[in-house]
């Protein structure tokens, strides 16, 4: 099931849910209001007497009929406040007032519906929480540090506004011809948050990304070379996944267990991706060169072709990440 069947489905859940609500609504003041049991029955019988006045050719005395409807609705609902309840509370409520929980709007996807399937991209893609608010609609400049750093060209704020434009322009322009990106810095200085921007930019353009940090990444690895058979075929859809992905993102390399085993499934990957010509973003506290001591200098040879965008600053985890 694809994620614009899975909104279909939760829009299906939406709807029965709020008719269940509206049951038991109802079912509720009948029990505790005297009189609100007979007011909707006599309601259901004008709507009733309104429509088989409507096929009269002469409309008969449906405007009379109509006018009572509204009398006996408004009664009712004066009854509901009358006791404590709001006037419209056993009317239909709906998740979504502008489409009422059809996902669609004379003819074309709601925002609702656009809104559930990114999410359930995010989901797909492997992606943690942050992913959902951290983005560049409300992208906050002002968790980072608007001191310049002695011997910096720039305060880390302005750096940030910096690669902000340059990123929105790599997701503007996003193609399979796009750069690879390094993205480097001490912890806490927004490495992940502007992968998160990146990722809920490109998931809501209908690209496939997938999101994983290093350890996990290294752990779908092994387990599609080594792991039992019981799961192969989850294994293999896994690594299919992460190689003909749009863009894969390996969010904190360096914080796996560095091993010969994983360093050369790592080269494997990168190597298999840029064979694709498929793009990568990594970010890591590592430094473009220390890459070749920890790892060897295979992957330092395919990672001096990525993009390298370096962030300082204070540790800001304390604030947000």
Not at 94 to 117: A, F, Q, S, W
Request: hydrophobic share 30%; with cysteine.
């Amino acid at each position: 099931m694809n994620e614009f069947d899975r909104a279909g489905k939760i829009l299906e859940n939406r709807r029965r849910e709020m008719e269940n609500l509206q049951a038991s609504r109802k079912d509720e003041v009948s029990k505790k209001i005297p009189g609100y049991k007979k007011l909707t029955r006599d309601i259901a019988q004008a709507n009733i007497n309104y429509l088989y006045e409507m096929r009269k050719s002469d409309g008969g005395d449906a405007k009379d009929c109509l006018q009572l409807v509204k009398d006996l609705k408004s009664k009712r609902d004066d009854l509901l406040e009358k006791n404590g309840y709001p006037r419209d509370y056993t009317e239909r409520q709906y998740y979504c007032n502008i489409c009422n929980d059809t996902g669609e709007v004379n003819g074309n996807v709601c925002k609702c519906k656009k809104d559930i399937i990114i999410s359930e991209k995010i989901k797909n893609a492997s992606l943690h929480s942050g992913v959902e608010e951290e983005n560049f609609e409300n992208f906050d400049f002002e968790i980072f540090s608007n001191e310049k750093p002695e011997g910096k060209p720039a305060s880390p704020r302005d750096l940030a506004r910096f690669y902000y434009d340059e990123f929105k322009d790599y997701c503007k322009n996003f193609s399979s011809s796009s750069k690879s990106l390094f993205i480097t810095g001490p912890v806490g200085t927004g490495k992940t948050y502007f992968c998160n921007c990146i990722s809920h930019e490109l998931l809501a353009k209908n690209v496939n990304v997938v999101y994983l940090t290093s350890a996990d990444l290294m752990k779908k690895l092994r387990n599609y070379n080594l792991g039992s058979f019981e799961f192969e075929e989850k294994n293999r859809q896994d690594y299919q996944l992460i190689i003909e992905s749009d863009l894969l993102i390996i969010d904190d390399l360096g914080s796996e267990q560095i091993s010969q085993y994983n360093v050369s499934n790592l080269f494997n990957l990168i190597n298999e991706r840029l064979n694709k010509k498929k793009p990568v973003i990594i970010s890591t506290n590592v430094s473009f060169s220390e890459i070749r001591e920890l790892y060897d200098e295979r992957i330092y040879s395919r990672l001096k072709t990525y993009e390298l965008y370096t962030l300082y600053g204070e540790d800001l985890r304390g604030d947000r990440f």
